[in-house]
């Protein structure tokens, strides 16, 4: 039986009934999606894009209530860019570079996430989760109605799943009864209780942190700084700490640690939650309380994130503390990394190992994600009496020696993953080249006379010719790369030769369809770059 | 850089030994951690290298 287990903020697709459900034989699709939280609508819009065939299944009919995520990365909307629902969210969201740190009621300590110019991004937006998911829905919508092949089915819920040689059989539920569909590759987006996880009896290990943090969404007209603003043993919150964060519609995030042993009964009063909230913003600023929520945390992964035809991707796969908010953001890194592999596939005839790459990559970044936000956890609940000797001795020698300030762990902010030791990557070969654009890495933004250089390059393999020739076109086994031809005519400000040059004086990149470095080279050789698009889409 | 020192490196170490007496007198326990921590922290920042660092953590947990 389908039923809501929660309330939604937007209903975005009701359900209806299509013809799959009265077929004679089960119909079979090439990629079924479970779950159309963020990173499954996400995924579908950028397989849909390239032209194939997806169907996203989810038990509700819209976005789930509950601010949720706000925090999005640089990263994630340089992929929504791509996808093409970057600029909805950068126009509503709120953008944020700096992050202060205060101890009771002194700052000791701030940051700046976006240190340098040249960015089309700034380093975070804020924006509820429900618009996020939103603005990717309108944009499927409108790729729809261009002809791409996506569909979405609301109160569709996944009952059971059977492993076939070359394909999946579910059973799926739906308010007229349940009905089978096929799926040649199935891709987890089900969330951090992943019933398809459930459903295969795969383990979900890692740890839980004893602790409990309240949120407080409220509405205010308040002119408090547009910044994260971070609190160590705040007056109105003894012993624990605080965050203050703005979100659009004039919308607060504050977040307050209440500590392991609390009734949560008790602590979810409102009234209680108010006096609370007064505390921190001042007793004669009025407010509305939006949502409340109080959560506990832990950091957990699968040992394996691909299972023959079926692989998981977002919280179904990794599930992260919210202190440094990469849940969401890794989840889009983990569909920007599956979407042109599957694609590739299916479509361009690029072997089945190519797959296997999405678990080398993903589970890499997915261990980086869970070891920063295992230390922020770590820094901010301290287990024993050891870590908060040395979390005490770091916020006092805060005050009066710069040397500790790496050490506020407050929140390391999502950062995009690069991919060392990627079996896709060809040998850096550039002397001299910079190491954030070595073979591995997302690419840098930088500004061109042509506008940004992040926009140009986008959803195929592509060829920076940077101050060396290359032809005008490149194609070899059915894939065809575009070929970037730059030089400092283009490079007005410098950005180009600082981010991809470094020592040398002309570069060569091969870019993935997912705008991570495959290789670089001080000049353009066929064969050589024949080589590393071979072994970039698994071929070697 | 090299590898951790652990032969005698301090000129006068009698002078250091006394003045690390010194700078806990007059201290409760808490206190006293809490400057032992803000020590261990200071200094490791001067040494810098990561490999020294880490032998010196070892040889800290192996000398109990
Ligand atoms: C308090 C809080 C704050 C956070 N802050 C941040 C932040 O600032 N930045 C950030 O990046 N992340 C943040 N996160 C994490 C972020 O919310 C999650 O990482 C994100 O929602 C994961 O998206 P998802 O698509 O993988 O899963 P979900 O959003 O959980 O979506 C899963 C979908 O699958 C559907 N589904 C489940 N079972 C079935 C089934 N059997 N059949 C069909 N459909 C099914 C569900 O209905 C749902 O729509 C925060 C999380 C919390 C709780």
């Known amino acids: ?540 | 850089m090299g590898d951790l020192i652990l032969t005698p490196n301090i000129p006068n170490s009698d002078d250091f030994y006394e003045a690390l007496l010194n700078v806990h007198e007059g201290l409760d326990e808490p206190a006293m951690h809490a400057l032992n921590a803000r020590l261990v922290l200071i200094l490791a920042n001067h040494i810098g290298d990561e490999t020294v660092l880490g032998q010196a953590l070892d040889a800290a947990r192996k000398a109990t």
């Open chain 1, 1 to 540: 039986m389908i039923a809501a287990r929660y309330q939604t903020a937007f209903r975005l697709y009701p359900y209806e009934k299509v013809t799959d459900q009265e077929a004679s034989s089960a119909v079979r699709h090439p990629v079924v999606i479970i779950g159309g939280g963020p990173i499954g609508m996400g995924l579908a819009l950028d397989l849909g894009k390239k032209g194939i065939r997806c169907l996203v299944l989810d038990d509700h009919d819209g976005v789930g209530m509950g601010s949720r995520a706000i925090c999005f990365a640089k990263r994630t909307l340089e992929i929504c860019d791509r996808l093409g629902c970057g600029d909805p969210m950068v126009e509503k969201g709120v953008v944020w570079n700096l992050g202060r740190v205060y101890r009771e009621q002194e700052e000791i300590y701030n940051f700046n996430l976006l240190p340098e110019g040249g960015h089309k991004r700034p380093a975070f937006i804020n924006l509820q989760q429900p618009y996020f998911e939103q603005f990717i829905v309108e944009q499927i919508r409108e790729q729809q109605a261009a002809g791409a092949p996506i569909k979405i089915r609301g109160q569709n819920l996944l009952t059971k799943l059977e492993q076939k040689p070359d394909h999946i059989l579910l059973n799926v539920d739906t308010p007229d009864g349940p009905y089978q569909i096929e799926a040649e590759y199935l891709v987890a987006c089900d969330g951090a209780s992943s019933p398809t996880r459930n459903m295969l009896g795969l383990g979900f290990e890692g740890r839980v942190f004893e602790d409990n943090f309240l949120i407080a969404d409220i509405r205010m007209n308040a002119d408090f700084p547009v910044e994260r603003r971070f609190w160590f043993n705040p007056p109105f919150n003894p012993n624990e700490t605080a965050l203050m964060h703005k979100q659009p519609d004039d919308i607060w995030r504050l977040d307050f640690q209440l500590g392991w042993d609390i009734d949560r009964k008790v602590e979810l009063d409102s009234a209680k939650i108010s006096k609370r909230v007064s505390e921190m913003i001042g007793k004669d600023i009025e407010f509305e309380l939006v949502w409340t929520s109080i959560y506990t945390f832990r950091c957990c992964t699968m040992k394996d994130y691909r299972h023959g035809r079926i692989f998981f991707a977002g919280d179904s796969a990794h599930q992260v503390s919210p202190f440094g908010a990469r849940g969401a953001n890794g989840g889009i890194q983990d569909i920007d990394n599956l979407g042109w592999k599957l694609a590739a596939v299916l479509d361009g005839g690029a072997p089945d190992a190519l797959l296997d790459s999405y678990h080398d990559e993903r589970k890499y970044g997915a261990i980086e994600n869970i070891k920063n936000s295992s230390r922020s956890a770590d820094f901010l609940t301290p287990r024993n009496a050891a870590h908060e000797m040395f979390r005490d001795a770091v916020l006092d020698l805060v005050k009066d020696f710069e040397f500790a300030q790496p050490m506020v762990n407050s929140g390391r902010l999502s950062m995009p993953c690069t991919y060392d030791a990627s079996p896709l990557n060809s040998a850096d070969a550039l002397v001299g080249g910079p190491t954030r654009t070595r073979p591995g890495s997302p690419l840098s933004d930088a500004p061109l006379s042509s506008g940004y250089l992040l926009d140009h390059v986008a959803g195929q393999f592509a060829i920076l010719a940077i101050n060396c020739d290359a032809p005008e076109v490149f194609e070899i086994d059915g894939i065809s790369v575009e070929v970037h031809s730059l030089s400092g005519a283009d490079d007005s400000e410098g950005h180009l030769a600082e981010r991809y040059l470094g020592r040398s004086g002309s570069a060569l990149y091969l870019v993935r369809p997912d705008q991570h470095v495959a290789g670089r080279w001080p000049a353009f050789d066929a064969d050589t770059v024949a080589t590393a698009i071979q072994k970039a889409i698994g071929r070697e």
